[in-house]
């Protein structure tokens, strides 16, 4: 028997709505299946309630479902789970808690039963171990339910796929035909609580879809998320590398009579080169900095310090390669790169695409990735007489 540990009372004024047209009169409720011991994740704690980029992993996707309009979240829980479960969600409005049962179908039974009462339009019903969910995957089910008595998030099968026969290849099966199926899954309320009471298939179906399609409702695919990952496994809980990095760099050289003068890679033909210990490319060098201070991976000096003779006279772009490998290394891709050359002279316009293509060469990205522009100074200041170039780069790194 399911057990309501915490019921704030929800009105049921205005819940006459129908499943389409007007989605702010839609009563939206969702359920929350966190009845598991999520022993595989190896955590201290049942893996939904173990921490994840900074909060218990439920809180994540409560917390979108919340801002998404649903009222109540009911939240099934493990038995005398219900300290950790009030800590975990503590502050978000129109939580209510629930015992689940022995298997995750029966966890939702339960939990439409004790939604049953109130006037509900749809429900949405989630896996604890989904943190991130996405508004516009929400919006994309609803969307659906406009139109469907029930509807799913899916996404391509990339790998392709094979019956097992015994230890050895079976028949071959088709990509094309299949898909990978996430949650929440969305349901019109009523259909999906009459499948369930009427459900006679196994003790625990695969599925929600699963149980609504036996008992004949056509279930709509709509697209899902790869962010949409299920947390699983004990590595899934590893440090969390952040989705975006972002670093600057800031670099300055004299300019000098008798030296090349090399930037972004690139040779210019003028009076004064930059003088330095390497090549001096003022340009790689703050770029360099910017890809190192992303990954936090210090700077160009601690990578190829100055006092190293076997850096006399290095081209740069051997530095730039480096800083492009540690940030491979570090599971990053380059999304952009904007670097501003500052100086009076010389005119940077006729090189410009010329740099930017030698840049996407030695970091092996699309060219589009890779902005070079240029500045003066109105002549204040040393770039503004002439006596050394300056650069400033920007850089933003994307989990791999």
Not at 40 to 46: D, F, L, N
Not at 68 to 82: K, R
Not at 244 to 269: A, K, N, Q, S
Not at 313 to 318: E, F, H, L, T
Request: aromatic share 4%.
């Amino acid at each position: 028997m399911s057990q309501i540990v915490s019921a704030p009372q929800v009105s049921a004024s205005n819940s006459s709505a129908s499943t389409s047209g007007n989605r702010a009169d839609v009563r939206t409720a969702a359920i929350i299946v966190a009845a598991g011991k999520g022993l595989r994740a190896g955590q201290p704690v049942p893996k939904q309630f173990a921490r994840w980029r900074g909060k218990p992993v439920i809180r994540h996707s409560v917390e979108a479902l919340a801002a998404a309009g649903c009222m109540p979240i009911l939240v099934m829980i493990p038995e005398n789970a219900e300290p950790v479960a009030r800590d975990a969600l503590s502050g978000i409005d129109g939580v209510q808690f629930a015992t689940g049962g022995a298997t995750r179908q029966e966890s939702v039974r339960l939990g439409l039963e004790v939604l049953a009462a109130l006037e509900l339009d749809r429900v949405l019903i989630h896996d604890a171990a989904r943190p991130l969910l996405p508004a516009t995957v929400i919006e994309r089910l609803h969307a659906a339910l406009d139109r469907h008595k029930g509807a799913i998030p899916v996404l391509p099968v990339a790998d392709s796929l094979t019956h097992a026969s015994g230890e050895v290849m079976g028949a071959p099966a088709r990509r094309e035909d299949l898909r990978r199926v996430q949650t929440p899954q969305a349901f019109r309320f009523a259909d999906i609580l009459a499948a369930h009471r009427d459900w006679d298939g196994p003790t625990s179906a695969g599925d929600d879809a699963q149980v609504a399609q036996a008992w004949g409702i056509e279930i709509a695919l709509v697209e899902g998320d790869e962010i949409l990952h299920k947390l699983t496994y004990a590595s899934d809980f590893g440090a969390a590398k952040p989705l975006i990095r972002v670093g600057t760099g800031y670099d300055v050289h004299r300019l000098e009579e008798g030296e090349e003068l090399w930037l972004c890679g690139v040779r210019i033909e003028h009076s004064h080169g930059l003088s330095g210990h390497s090549d001096a490319d003022v340009a790689i060098h703050a770029l360099v900095d910017a890809l190192l201070g992303a990954i936090g991976a210090g700077d160009i000096g601690q990578h190829f310090p100055p006092s190293d003779p076997q850096w006399k006279g290095a081209a740069s772009d051997r530095f730039l390669a480096h800083a492009g490998k540690l940030v491979a290394q570090a599971g990053y891709v380059l999304g952009n790169a904007d670097v501003t050359i500052i100086c009076e002279a010389p005119k940077i316009g006729p090189y410009r695409e010329a740099m930017r293509a030698r840049l996407a060469e030695i970091l092996d990205v699309d060219i589009a990735a890779i902005s070079v522009k240029a500045t003066t100074t109105e002549k204040l200041g040393f770039t503004g007489r002439r006596e050394g170039i300056a650069t400033q780069a920007a850089v933003s790194l994307s989990l791999a």
